[in-house]
């Protein structure tokens, strides 16, 4: 069986890789935490040119960004999904491509192929996946081959075609939106990618008041440059703050409470066991850690607290735990579980 071929692509680093965006000065290096707590907060006003309220959606993915990690967006059509995502990559000032998932995409519409030439031989046609920020909208509406081309990318940041292995750009961040199970023609996603996205945020309508906002900002149909949003990052400062998140301290108090959480969804003998298919995997233990730095990071601090895990403990675990039918049924959800965990387990 021949090997495959590692193929020397240029990563991205202080400059960024052909398709890549690049902007200019964005401010001197990233050093103590009231610089990231000022950056992130510049970020957000930013989002407000564009995006009324989401407060907690926009928050939840810078936070997945500076994770190094992917986020899972579920909601309803029209609740600015695509506009969000859309909105970040242009203020962190990165290249961004959108995939619109339909029931006849080819796993090859995402990762490219290989084309072939008189002239020139075999050659590499790169897909939209070879960018920053991959937008994966609608991922379940096309059947679990097309979604699964997405899942060597998001794990191993590279795409492997005719044996020869391609390297994405850094950074590289997915996030795909979702609509609920109930709307019809959506398929579920396979468990092994659901678990690939560091957090699941659920999105919902906006109040009265921003709705109305939402209207008087949008007496026309306005285009997305017409909001002239300003590039606040690029990609190596997203690089800088990646680096950030592992300097932020976690006692062994707290390692030990996020281990515990993560072992009573795999309990047998509790309350909600009952209604739990599949309890969370040790990534599960791996994506708390890591999301709980960055939530005490954006907060300005270099440690990690309780209430840290608290806030990011709904995101992470609400896709990696497998209810079943009774669940179902009963109209038991997986943040209801949580919810109970989080009661029956004494933070330190």
Known sequence: MAKKKKVDNKKVDAVAEEGVTVVGSVGPPIKTKADVVKLLSAVKTEMGKIVVGQEKIIH???????CNGHV?????????????????????????????????LLPTDITGIMSYTPDKGFEMIKGPVFTNFVLADEINRSP??????????????????????????????????????????VYSLPEAQIDR?????????????????????????????????????NPSRILELQAKVKEV???????????KI????????WEYAKYISYGASPRASIALFIASKAEALMHGRDYVTPEDVKTIVYPVLRHRIILNYEAEAEEITTDKVISHILSSISAP
């Not at 906002?213 to 606040?232: C, E, G, H, P, W």
């Not at 006692?251 to 281990?259: D, K, L, M, R, V």
């Open 60 to 66: 939840g993915i810078l936070r997945a960004i500076i």
């Open 72 to 104: 899972l967006v579920e909601g309803v059509p029209g609740v600015a999904k695509t506009l969000i995502v859309r909105s970040v990559a242009s203020i962190l000032g990165c290249d961004m491509k959108r995939i619109q998932f339909t029931v006849d």
């Open 144 to 185: 679990p081959k097309t979604q699964s081309a997405l899942l060597e990318a998001m794990q191993e940041r590279e795409v492997t075609l005719s044996r020869q292995t391609y390297a994405l750009p850094n950074p590289f961040f997915v996030m795909a939106t979702e609509n609920p199970l109930e709307v019809s023609g």
């Open 197 to 233: 996205f560091l957090f699941k945020l659920l999105i919902g309508y906006p109040d009265a008041d921003e709705e109305k906002m939402v209207l008087r900002k949008n007496t026309t149909i306005n285009a997305f440059d017409s909001y002239d949003l300003k590039a606040v990052l």
């Open 249 to 259: 301290f976690t006692s062994e108090a707290i390692e030990e409470y996020i281990i």
């Open 262 to 269: 993560v072992e009573e969804t795999r309990k047998k003998d």
